[in-house]
């Protein structure tokens, strides 16, 4: 990873992440969602984005943060995969970074086991440290005690 | 090189197509032998081979066509009739074409295969025969004005230059080569490809007539066309609920017309991919025949509507089970000629395939005249092969019996053969058939025949569904499993739907429904509003009917479906998902994937409450069920509910007497009755009319155990607290605070029956 990227980044509870851009479809606004009863609880709903159907994930529920308080609305950020678009339900936008090979490292031994699983490494930029999501792992439904009956 | 294997794909795909259709027309022609059009086409096919094939160098396979086009040349032109013989070679013949055709295919030569006595053969034939007709009218020689007709299309082509044909003529008038085309290579005047092109030209116009004006599409793009569609329903469906709002006329028209466009475009797309059924069925006259032959038997196989219409995707995939469920027919439905004539039936077996639509459905019925499923011996297979209990044997009726054939791993043939019988199959047609929607049925009777009745969906891509509502979410349910609805007030809700132990069931007609309520499969919470109607949605999955209880019926819909992601994928209640009119997304439940997940599928059908209670109870086997029922002196008694085959009702009429016995006729069997009361050394128990039986079965063997009354069904973990002094009882214990005898069936029955245990013939005692 010495070359540098580019990043999508969005913020999460008071934590700053990033995803490839190349790994991004499109970001946009909160969608009416469709839950989807019996499924895993990570999964949000389903929402229609311009007649494709697509699956929304809740990264709080994923890396097994506090849901988001009642009233604020999350941002899509549609990741393409090879079984077609899925959405990642994070808190807020931020900008495309261009991010320095040479602040690459992997993920301190210390954090969670969720970060461990879900990070690829970390950039140090200006005044934050950016986490790299690992959006493959991230789609996997995650422990199977994530199953929940209903939201 | 590229184009010229681009001329040879061509050439495979369009020989490929001619042959299939030989096939069909080979069959017509047997029947009709001086069908002139059915001949007529037959030669220009291979006429069309045999051309192209001299073009593009494969001699073996020109030299094969050749001989055979001859001969039908001779034929159309009614100088000698078709006869067995002619036919056995033609179909030699068609098999030789395909085989070289395969290896072009595989290997882009011709094979080493020696094709040569089958030509000599066919130019006896021809020479044979000519000879034969004494009357034989000296006919033209055939196409005398083809070449230079031929030539003339070349040179209005501009792919070659008069001269050059009138050369090639020259030499052909001279020399020894029948086909201009061939020269005209060889005297580098032209391309092949032209050749093969102007030929299919000229067949097609000569064809017209039958072979209309048709284009070759690829079925990718007619995929994407169908999805464009999909898309364009879906948006027509959200203009039409915005249209509602509106007031604009103008608008108003624009949008009927953009409806009616809509739905007249929908349906063509779907027509191109519509093929009939017909193309499937078109290998089975010859599948028959040979499978026949190899069994010893005589099968004559009756197609009835071919035409009947199916999308391309689904005709794909109802291939390999109909082909399955044919060879089944023939190799254990149909007998041997000697035993149908023993059993008075015509020597000849027949075969018969039926297509139709009903219901925007598509249903396809195999059917033999053969000696129908022997249920008795499914029902020891399944037993020894240990797919199911004997205490769920015991408690299937006729129809469940029957469906046994579709368990995995169970074949009623005696032995092997190398066409069926290895315990693969019915359970892979079942599973293919419901992969595309579809159900499949079986029908059977005992020396008269089995019949299979597979209901399949027009097309898969776009599908009626009805639009319910439960907690506030809208869910999709496919049409196809849907049989009626039923709607109660408030006030008959407390009347009609019984609680059988937290199995809600409802009286159909007086059959009773299990019902599911959709908020509790969907873990939604329950309603709170007791006194609110109720809509029953009267679904079917694998031929058993369930009540789904919802909140609302909106209305119905054409629905595009689309599947769910991949994490989402495990959920077996959802068939997929669709955007509704507003643009928002609802789910499709999963009929099917409902039923099994509420245990339905196990249960019977709607017969006895006992069955339909049974899936229920199944689901926490970690308790026992017990059926309570009273029995004399107002004593409670309870036995294993997985004793009990059924509970039955009788009416004094139908009671009968052998022996010192009562008995009664049932299920074609005698059935002693015992009074519970008198078997446990009571007083005479009483006779009630009807009176109650709950039918006990033991290793095939059943009697009525009468009863003053059933209780109920319960759950519960039992302990049996005191010991009993009087004779077949278990014990007592406490059940629903009341105190309750544990009864000794088996105890009872060896001392008033001792003949019961000794499992011998099938029919149940009669008399001590």
């Given at each position: 990873?010495?070359s540098?990227?580019?990043?999508?980044?969005?913020?999460?509870?008071?934590?700053?992440f990033g995803?490839?851009?190349?790994?991004?479809q499109?970001?946009?606004?909160?969608?009416?969602?469709?839950?989807?009863?019996?499924?895993?609880?990570?999964?949000?709903?389903?929402?229609?984005?311009?007649?494709?159907?697509?699956?929304?994930?809740?990264?709080?529920?994923?890396?097994?943060?506090?849901?988001?308080?009642?009233g604020?609305?999350?941002m899509?950020?549609?990741?393409r995969?090879?079984?077609?678009?899925?959405?990642?339900?994070?808190?807020?936008i931020?900008?495309v970074?261009?991010?320095?090979?040479?602040?690459?490292?992997?993920?301190?031994?210390?954090?969670?086991?969720?970060?461990?699983?879900?990070?690829?490494g970390?950039?140090?930029?200006?005044?934050?440290?950016?986490?790299?999501?690992?959006?493959?792992?991230a789609?996997?439904?995650?422990?199977p005690a994530?199953?929940?009956?209903?939201? | 090189?590229?184009?010229?294997?681009?001329?040879?794909?061509?050439?495979?795909?369009?020989?490929h197509?001619?042959?299939?259709?030989?096939?069909?027309?080979?069959?017509v022609?047997?029947?009709?032998?001086?069908?002139?059009?059915?001949?007529?086409?037959?030669?220009?096919?291979?006429?069309?081979?045999?051309?192209?094939?001299?073009f593009?160098?494969?001699?073996?396979?020109?030299?094969?066509?050749?001989?055979?086009?001859?001969?039908?040349?001779?034929?159309?032109?009614?100088?000698?009739?078709?006869?067995?013989?002619?036919?056995?070679?033609?179909?030699a013949?068609?098999d030789?074409?395909?085989?070289?055709?395969?290896?072009?295919?595989?290997?882009?030569?011709?094979?080493?295969?020696?094709?040569s006595?089958?030509?000599?053969?066919?130019?006896?034939?021809?020479?044979?025969?000519?000879?034969?007709?004494?009357?034989?009218?000296?006919?033209?020689?055939?196409?005398?004005?083809?070449?230079?007709l031929?030539?003339e299309?070349?040179?209005?082509?501009?792919?070659?230059?008069?001269?050059?044909?009138?050369?090639?003529?020259?030499?052909?008038?001279?020399?020894?080569p029948?086909?201009?085309?061939?020269?005209?290579?060889?005297?580098?005047?032209i391309?092949?490809?032209?050749?093969?092109?102007t030929?299919?030209?000229?067949?097609e116009?000569?064809?017209?007539?039958?072979?209309?004006?048709?284009?070759?599409?690829d079925?990718?793009l007619?995929?994407r066309?169908?999805?464009?569609v999909?898309?364009?329903?879906?948006?027509?469906?959200?203009?039409?609920q915005f249209?509602?709002?509106?007031?604009?006329?103008?608008?108003?028209?624009?949008?009927?017309r953009?409806?009616l466009?809509?739905?007249?475009?929908?349906?063509?797309?779907?027509?191109?991919?519509?093929?009939p059924?017909?193309?499937?069925?078109?290998?089975f006259?010859?599948?028959?025949?040979?499978?026949a032959k190899?069994?010893?038997?005589?099968?004559?196989?009756?197609?009835?509507?071919?035409?009947t219409?199916?999308d391309?995707?689904i005709?794909?995939?109802?291939?390999?089970?109909?082909?399955?469920?044919?060879?089944?027919?023939?190799?254990?439905?149909?007998?041997?000629?000697?035993?149908?004539v023993?059993a008075g039936?015509?020597?000849?077996?027949?075969?018969?395939?039926?297509?139709?639509?009903?219901?925007?459905?598509v249903?396809?019925?195999?059917?033999?005249?053969?000696?129908?499923?022997?249920?008795?011996?499914?029902?020891?297979?399944?037993?020894?092969?240990?797919?199911?209990?004997?205490e769920?044997?015991?408690?299937?009726?006729?129809?469940?019996l029957?469906?046994?054939?579709?368990?995995?791993?169970?074949?009623?043939?005696?032995k092997?053969t190398d066409?069926?019988?290895?315990g693969?199959?019915?359970?892979?047609?079942?599973?293919?058939i419901?992969?595309?929607?579809?159900?499949?049925d079986?029908?059977?009777?005992?020396?008269?025949?089995?019949?299979?009745r597979?209901?399949?969906?027009?097309?898969l891509?776009?599908?009626?569904?009805?639009?319910?509502?439960?907690?506030?979410?809208?869910?999709?349910?496919?049409?196809?499993?849907?049989?009626?609805?039923?709607?109660?007030?408030?006030?008959?809700?407390?009347?009609?739907?019984?609680?059988?132990?937290?199995a809600?069931?409802y009286?159909?007609?007086?059959?009773?429904?299990?019902?599911?309520?959709?908020?509790?499969v969907?873990a939604?919470?329950?309603?709170?509003?007791?006194?609110?109607?109720?809509?029953i949605?009267v679904?079917?999955?694998d031929?058993?009917?369930?009540?789904?209880?919802?909140?609302?019926?909106?209305?119905t819909?054409?629905i595009?479906?689309k599947?769910?992601?991949?994490?989402?994928k495990?959920?077996?209640?959802?068939a997929?998902?669709?955007?509704?009119g507003?643009?928002?997304?609802?789910l499709?439940?999963?009929?099917?994937?409902?039923?099994?997940?509420?245990?339905?599928?196990?249960?019977?059908?709607?017969?006895?409450?006992?069955?339909?209670?049974s899936?229920t109870?199944?689901?926490?086997?970690?308790?026992?069920?017990?059926?309570?029922?009273?029995?004399?002196?107002?004593?409670?008694?309870?036995?294993?509910l997985?004793?009990?085959?059924?509970?039955?009702?009788?009416?004094?009429?139908?009671?009968?007497?052998?022996?010192?016995?009562?008995v009664?006729?049932?299920?074609?069997?005698?059935?002693?009755?015992?009074?519970v009361?008198?078997?446990?050394?009571?007083a005479?128990?009483?006779?009630?009319?009807?009176?109650?039986?709950v039918?006990?079965?033991?290793?095939?063997r059943?009697?009525?155990?009468?009863?003053?009354?059933i209780?109920?069904?319960?759950e519960?973990?039992?302990?049996?607290?005191?010991r009993?002094?009087?004779?077949?009882?278990?014990?007592?214990?406490?059940?629903?605070?009341?105190?309750?005898?544990?009864?000794?069936?088996?105890?009872?029955?060896?001392?008033?029956?001792?003949g019961?245990?000794?499992t011998?013939?099938e029919?149940?005692p009669?008399g001590?």
């Amino acid at each position: 990873m010495a070359s540098s990227q580019q990043l999508c980044t969005f913020h999460l509870e008071r934590l700053f992440f990033g995803v490839s851009v190349q790994e991004v479809q499109e970001v946009i606004r909160y969608q009416e969602m469709t839950p989807v009863p019996l499924a895993p609880s990570v999964v949000s709903g389903l929402i229609n984005l311009r007649g494709q159907i697509v699956t929304a994930i809740d990264l709080r529920r994923r890396f097994g943060m506090p849901d988001r308080e009642t009233g604020r609305l999350p941002m899509n950020v549609v990741v393409r995969t090879d079984e077609g678009p899925v959405s990642l339900l994070v808190d807020e936008i931020g900008d495309v970074l261009e991010a320095d090979g040479d602040h690459f490292e992997a993920v301190p031994p210390t954090l969670s086991k969720e970060m461990h699983e879900l990070l690829r490494g970390v950039y140090k930029v200006k005044g934050a440290l950016l986490l790299v999501l690992d959006t493959g792992r991230a789609l996997q439904s995650g422990p199977p005690a994530a199953r929940a009956p209903n939201r | 090189m590229s184009e010229l294997d681009d001329i040879v794909r061509d050439f495979l795909v369009e020989s490929h197509e001619g042959l299939d259709r030989l096939d069909n027309e080979m069959v017509v022609l047997e029947e009709r032998p001086d069908e002139k059009e059915t001949l007529a086409s037959i030669f220009r096919t291979i006429h069309t081979i045999k051309g192209s094939s001299g073009f593009l160098g494969f001699g073996k396979l020109g030299k094969v066509a050749h001989a055979g086009e001859n001969l039908l040349a001779k034929l159309r032109d009614g100088t000698f009739p078709l006869d067995n013989q002619i036919t056995d070679s033609l179909l030699a013949m068609f098999d030789a074409v395909r085989k070289i055709l395969e290896r072009i295919e595989q290997t882009g030569g011709e094979g080493d295969e020696d094709y040569s006595t089958l030509v000599q053969q066919l130019t006896l034939l021809l020479d044979g025969r000519k000879a034969l007709s004494v009357a034989a009218t000296p006919t033209p020689p055939p196409d005398s004005a083809a070449p230079a007709l031929f030539g003339e299309a070349l040179v209005a082509k501009g792919v070659t230059s008069a001269t050059s044909v009138a050369r090639a003529l020259e030499v052909q008038r001279t020399g020894d080569p029948p086909q201009l085309g061939e020269i005209l290579v060889e005297h580098g005047a032209i391309q092949p490809q032209h050749v093969v092109e102007t030929l299919r030209e000229q067949s097609e116009q000569r064809g017209a007539a039958l072979t209309d004006q048709n284009i070759r599409v690829d079925v990718s793009l007619l995929d994407r066309l169908m999805n464009l569609v999909g898309e364009l329903v879906l948006a027509r469906n959200q203009i039409l609920q915005f249209k509602v709002q509106q007031e604009d006329a103008q608008f108003i028209a624009t949008t009927q017309r953009l409806n009616l466009v809509t739905t007249e475009l929908q349906a063509g797309v779907m027509k191109t991919r519509m093929q009939p059924i017909g193309n499937v069925w078109g290998k089975f006259p010859r599948v028959v025949r040979d499978l026949a032959k190899s069994c010893g038997k005589q099968v004559r196989l009756e197609l009835v509507g071919k035409e009947t219409e199916l999308d391309k995707t689904i005709i794909e995939a109802i291939k390999d089970p109909l082909t399955h469920i044919v060879r089944n027919s023939i190799d254990h439905g149909i007998e041997r000629p000697e035993v149908r004539v023993a059993a008075g039936k015509a020597p000849e077996g027949v075969l018969a395939m039926r297509a139709y639509h009903e219901g925007g459905q598509v249903n396809i019925e195999i059917k033999d005249d053969g000696a129908g499923i022997a249920a008795e011996r499914l029902k020891a297979k399944a037993l020894e092969k240990e797919l199911v209990t004997a205490e769920e044997v015991a408690r299937m009726g006729e129809r469940e019996l029957l469906n046994l054939i579709f368990l995995p791993g169970l074949s009623t043939a005696a032995k092997v053969t190398d066409v069926s019988g290895r315990g693969v199959g019915m359970d892979v047609v079942r599973t293919n058939i419901e992969r595309i929607g579809g159900t499949v049925d079986v029908f059977s009777e005992r020396g008269r025949g089995t019949t299979l009745r597979i209901k399949i969906p027009l097309t898969l891509a776009i599908i009626p569904a009805l639009v319910v509502t439960a907690s506030g979410h809208r869910f999709a349910i496919p049409q196809v499993s849907l049989l009626e609805l039923v709607r109660l007030e408030a006030d008959e809700v407390q009347r009609e739907i019984e609680d059988l132990h937290g199995a809600p069931v409802y009286r159909l007609r007086g059959r009773l429904l299990p019902l599911l309520n959709l908020r509790t499969v969907l873990a939604f919470g329950c309603r709170k509003d007791s006194e609110a109607a109720v809509n029953i949605v009267v679904l079917q999955a694998d031929g058993r009917q369930f009540g789904l209880l919802v909140d609302e019926i909106n209305d119905t819909e054409e629905i595009v479906v689309k599947p769910l992601g991949k994490l989402l994928k495990g959920l077996t209640t959802f068939a997929g998902a669709t955007i509704m009119g507003d643009g928002r997304v609802a789910l499709i439940l999963d009929v099917q994937g409902i039923s099994q997940g509420a245990n339905l599928i196990t249960a019977s059908t709607g017969h006895s409450m006992l069955e339909d209670n049974s899936g229920t109870a199944q689901a926490k086997n970690d308790r026992s069920t017990l059926l309570l029922f009273r029995a004399g002196e107002s004593r409670r008694l309870a036995i294993p509910l997985s004793d009990v085959a059924r509970l039955e009702e009788f009416g004094h009429k139908t009671l009968e007497r052998a022996g010192d016995r009562a008995v009664v006729q049932y299920r074609g069997e005698i059935l002693p009755l015992l009074h519970v009361s008198s078997l446990m050394g009571d007083a005479k128990g009483e006779w009630n009319d009807p009176c109650q039986v709950v039918v006990y079965s033991n290793g095939g063997r059943s009697v009525g155990l009468v009863v003053e009354n059933i209780l109920d069904i319960v759950e519960e973990s039992y302990v049996v607290q005191t010991r009993a002094r009087s004779q077949g009882v278990l014990g007592s214990t406490v059940i629903q605070g009341r105190v309750t005898d544990l009864l000794d069936v088996d105890h009872l029955l060896r001392q008033h029956d001792p003949g019961f245990f000794v499992t011998t013939t099938e029919s149940a005692p009669v008399g001590t």
